[in-house]
């Protein structure tokens, strides 16, 4: 994990699906369903739990869609437990349904499972099991574990639960945080984790454990966590330590940590949606961000990462920027800043194109993850493979204590705190203002910007957060706007430089939350294709705040408009031309071109963010979306 002078706090991880667990005195059931409402956030389809009572009675329920349903399924129920494992689901094998929802239990009925992952080999594991006469119920590859798991304590004759926990996981190949139930073991759960995270919250004297997929449905119970390690399997039952062991049977000291997240950053905090609290935190948060590293009594930046890391950074031929989504958006900015500033190339690759090619990686490259929550898959796996090649790897990530910030050797995380609505806002805002920290920083350090320009430029990334409050103050008037787009069916974001990638976020925020068919586009390329599709019906939302191409702007958004196509224009405070053409204006406190996305990116976010509003859709869930992709 990549160390920080500057740091102490915890926050969580996440994934897709959502794992909640459970044992001790008090019910299980409400601590279950209150945790999955925590979790609710993800993106699922489906629910589950599982009960099991002192004398081994096993109960499991589940239900299509909302948590609330699974709640009004096992509310007339008498539930009384204080042992259990729930669930939410996003399907990757089997569509939605009860059927295959978590959790699963093994032909016997005496196992039941909860898993986050994938298991890779699942279909082999699955034909040979069933050629041995074992029964499947459902079409996921979580089956094959529970079953696998009886197998190993029927057929193989392994008596001891962990063992038999131990045998499974060495046959299957793939991701897994899972937590099971044994109707022999009443009191215990047995977990075990190998690339999705899992954390373990202890009751005062270990007199009771909640168990998460991330810490956020355990935090208002206990702040002392164990996260276990990839190849850990723990056993938890009231009363005694935690156990830990690794696959290979090596025992494990458990290392408690100490959580400093609150549950307050987890609520929504009097705003209707998550996003919209998120959008309007940015100032706060990118002063949080810049806290103890932009320096402003003496006009300079100190990064931990860049001291220790300073000749590896300083001499690196090339920097190769991977990244997925809002993230890569982040990475196109990065790119501009760091050539402008350091004077050394950079490219910028989707991690899933990066991985599945054989990329050409140099001696003094190196290679730099963006990531929110440090657990996409694609992401992780092109640093891994980067790494293969001999690449430094260097981590720009939000999630502390997340795979992306364990397996870079050094990094910058954004400390933005924890994100939950699906469509990253802050989380991008905290990366563009880590990069420019960054190329500032390395630009000064190699001695490719003056003293004099440096100086500047930190003073103003020290006030942007200001500026941005000015530009949340418009916030009734981009909502106004919203209503005449709302029926648009398609828009088209144009910028260059700088705005180019933000033009592009910006679509991709539309599409996301208000599933309206956006494209970002470089504005000179419109003229290539896009002009074909601009008439009456088709606004476009111009983001005109690069002073040296200001005169090429007003040309393009001239064209749009003697096509008759709308134009939504962002443009600095001052701005008379620009304002002049366009049917609507907003308008920016002025910054430099370089940190004018920080700032240009709001009214993008509070525009994608009423569209939806006005539509009726759900801003923080939308459909098909999940806020970490840890699949491939
Ligand atoms: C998902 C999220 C996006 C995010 C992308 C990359 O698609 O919905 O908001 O930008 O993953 O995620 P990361 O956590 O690596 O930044």
């Known amino acids: 994990m990549f160390v920080f002078s500057e740091h102490v706090n915890l926050k969580k991880e996440r994934l897709m699906c959502g794992i909640v667990g459970y044992t001790g005195s008090r019910e299980a059931s409400p601590i279950l369903i209150g945790g999955l409402r925590r979790l609710e956030y993800r993106g699922y389809d489906s629910a589950g739990l599982a009960l099991l009572g002192e004398d081994g009675d096993m109960q499991v329920y589940k239900a299509v869609g909302k948590v609330a349903n699974l709640e009004d399924l096992i509310k007339d129920k008498n539930l009384s437990s204080g042992t259990g494992i729930a669930h939410t689901r996003w399907a990757t094998h089997g569509a939605p349904s009860t059927i295959n929802s978590h959790p699963h239990q093994s032909q016997s009925g005496r196992f039941a499972i ?21 029964t499947f119920r459902s079409e996921t590859d979580t089956e094959v574990l529970v079953q696998l798991l009886e197998y190993m304590v029927t057929n193989r004759g392994i008596t001891d639960t962990v063992e038999a926990v131990r045998a499974t996981l060495k046959e299957v190949i793939g991701a897994y945080a899972i937590c099971i139930l044994d109707r022999t073991r009443p009191g215990e759960i047995i977990l075990a984790k190998q690339s999705s995270p899992l954390v373990v919250g202890v009751g005062e004297g270990n007199s009771e454990f909640f168990v998460g ?73 990118l002063r949080d961000c810049m806290r103890g590293r932009v320096l402003p009594s003496r006009h300079s930046i100190v990064l931990s990462a860049l001291s220790s890391h300073s000749e590896v950074l300083t001499h690196a031929g090339r920097f190769i920027i991977i990244s997925c989504g809002t993230s890569w958006h982040a990475g196109l900015i990065g790119k501009q ?74 990094g910058i995380y954004t400390h933005v705190g924890p994100e939950v609505g699906v469509a990253s806002t802050k989380a991008f805002t905290g990366q563009l203002t880590v990069l420019s920290m960054f190329a500032l920083a390395l630009g000064h350090l190699k001695g490719t910007i003056t003293d004099g320009f440096y100086h500047e430029a930190v003073d103003e990334l020290y006030h942007i957060p200001d500026k941005m409050e000015k530009v949340l103050e418009e916030d009734a008037r981009i909502a106004d706007m919203a209503k005449q787009f709302t029926y648009a069916r398609n828009f088209l974001y144009l910028g260059r430089g700088y705005n180019y990638p933000l033009a592009m976020e910006g679509a991709l925020k539309l599409k996301e939350i208000s599933y309206i068919h956006a494209e970002g586009y470089p504005a000179a390329e419109m003229k290539h294709g896009p002009i ?17 191409i200001y005169d090429k702007a007003i040309s393009n958004i001239q064209e749009v408009k003697s096509r008759k196509g709308k134009v939504y224009a962002i443009v600095f405070e001052g701005d008379e031309n620009v304002s002049k053409v366009a049917d609507f204006a907003i308008k920016v406190p002025v910054t430099s071109d370089f940190l004018s996305p920080i700032v240009s990116t709001v009214p993008l976010q509070l525009l994608a963010y009423h569209v939806a509003v006005n539509k009726g859709l759900n801003v923080d869930m939308p459909r098909n979306l999940a806020k970490s992709v840890t699949v491939e």
């Open 532 to 548: 074909a599709l601009i008439d009456a019906d088709m606004p476009v939302v111009f983001v005109a705040t690069q002073r040296h």
């Open 114 to 134: 909860v898993h986050n992952g994938i298991i890779e080999n699942y279909a082999v594991i699955r034909k040979r099991l069933m050629g041995m006469g074992y």
């Open 337 to 410: 800043l760091i050539e402008n500033f350091c004077d050394t190339p950079v490219e910028v690759e989707y991690a899933s194109e990066f991985r599945y090619r054989n990329p050409v990686i140099r001696k003094d490259d190196v290679v730099i993850a963006i990531s929110q929550s440090g657990e996409t898959a694609d992401t992780l796996a092109a640093m891994q493979l980067a790494k293969e090649k001999g690449a430094f790897l260097f981590g720009i990530v939000n999630v502390i204590g997340s795979s992306i910030a364990r397996t870079a050797t050094t």
């Open 213 to 285: 997929s991330d810490a956020s449905p355990i935090v208002e119970y206990t702040k002392e966590v164990i996260y276990l390690e990839d190849a850990q399997i723990a056993r938890i039952v009231p009363g005694q330590p935690i156990s830990i062991t690794t696959i290979e049977n090596r025992c494990v000291q458990p290392h408690v940590q100490h959580l400093e997240m609150s549950i307050g950053s987890l609520e929504k905090g009097g705003y209707d949606h998550f996003m919209l609290k998120e959008i309007f935190e940015q100032p706060q948060v």
